[in-house]
């Protein structure tokens, strides 16, 4: 997941992110878990609101 998230970020913001990531440490679960929640209510919303479609391609319809 990690790397399909670093495949849509230019060379320069991929290596600002991962040094940065280098220097939070271990999270705690819980913490990880809220985060991911927030993430997949982002893109519900974002969906909902046309601005992004999640699904195969072959699920579209024109």
Do not use: H, P, Y
């Not at 230019?10 to 913490?31: I, L, N, P, T």
């Not at 990880?32 to 601005?51: C, D, M, N, P, S």
């Amino acid at each position: 997941m990690k790397e399909k998230f670093f495949s849509n970020m230019s060379e320069r913001a991929r290596a600002a992110f991962e040094k940065e990531m280098q220097f939070m440490g271990a999270v705690k679960v819980k913490e990880v878990e809220a985060a991911q929640r927030k993430i997949v209510e982002t893109v519900q919303q974002l969906a909902e609101q046309g601005v992004l479609q999640v699904g195969e391609n072959d699920e579209m319809i024109e």
